[in-house]
């Protein structure tokens, strides 16, 4: 953990490095006196050592955020002119609706996004979660998850074609999602956050929106293994391994990264980790609503 300024500029120093080295290692052939799999090791070593240090610069320069705004305004004194009132205790007025933030929360498959997001709703006020339309079949995992709304291929397509969607994925023929515009819209103006589940093709599109962009992702990839190999069929696990490891590298294009570590400790740190992101994010001077 990064507790003071001096430090914190030591962990981007040495974040620039790993991802230096990254990029050098990604650039060069590969010596073939050297195991494969100790190379993959290595590399990953670096990955996540880089994801970690970025983990702690984001949750230090949430915290900083928030002691400079601190620092702006005294205990009964509303921020940017906003009128008293206690947005957690159910009271909302216009200026508070105005400040209403849409959540991407993205992050390879595996990764405990549903837990974390699960967790979440159940301890913060105003926070909804939007069902993602899908045209994929149900799986029995879907039962212990968010919701999703099945739909067919026409009611799909006919939703898109309406502009019904913020954005959409679509996966060959037969696998497409989307994230419904009405729903987002209503909730966001009756004062509730939004919280949306997406891929990092979604993400990218609802951070152009003005949406706040939260990657979560596990300590390793021999983690996700062994997550997913308690869930799904060994074809199945390969496949969403393969698609993890071309995820897991774009967490760059998110504005917050967060390691979910395993376990009920893990997960209550990332919940934690979220709703101080939230928090910093609705003080953050000069942002604007999402454009929905």
Not at 65 to 84: K, V
Not at 89 to 112: D, W
Not at 199 to 215: C, E, H, M, S, Y
Request: with cysteine; proline share 7%; net charge neutral.
């Amino acid at each position: 953990m990064i507790e003071s300024e001096q430090h914190y500029q030591i962990a981007k120093s040495e974040a620039d490095k790993f991802v230096q080295a990254l990029a050098e290692w990604d650039r060069y052939p590969v010596d073939p006196t050297v195991h494969p799999m100790l190379l993959k090791a290595e590399r990953d070593g670096l990955y996540y050592r880089m994801l970690e240090l970025r983990e702690d610069i984001a949750s230090y320069e949430v915290l900083r955020r928030s002691a400079e705004h601190a620092n702006r305004t005294t205990l009964n004194q509303a921020p940017f002119g906003i009128e008293p009132g206690n947005r957690d205790s159910g009271q909302r007025n216009g200026a508070y609706e105005s400040r209403t933030l849409l959540i991407a929360v993205t992050g390879p498959t595996g990764a405990g996004k549903d837990t974390v997001v699960r967790q979440l709703l159940a301890c913060t006020p105003h926070l909804r979660c939007i069902p993602t339309w899908t045209t994929r079949d149900p799986r029995p995992s879907d039962a212990d998850g968010l919701p999703y709304h099945f739909v067919t291929t026409e009611a799909f397509e006919q939703m898109k074609r309406q502009r019904g969607f913020l954005e959409v994925n679509q996966f060959g023929t037969k696998k497409s999602y989307g994230s419904p515009r009405a729903p987002v819209r209503q909730a966001l103006a009756e004062g509730d956050d939004v919280i949306l589940r997406v891929d990092p093709n979604g993400a990218a599109a609802l951070k152009r929106r003005g949406a706040v962009t939260i990657f979560i992702t596990p300590p390793s990839i021999e983690v996700l293994y062994r997550f997913l190999e308690g869930r799904d069929p060994p074809d199945e696990v390969a496949k969403r391994l393969a698609i993890a490891e071309t995820e897991m590298p774009r967490s760059a294009e998110s504005e917050y990264v967060i390691v979910n570590h395993e376990g009920a400790d893990g997960i209550r740190e990332s919940v934690l980790s979220v709703q101080a992101i939230l928090r910093a994010e609705r003080l953050r001077v000069g942002r604007k609503p999402p454009r929905i």
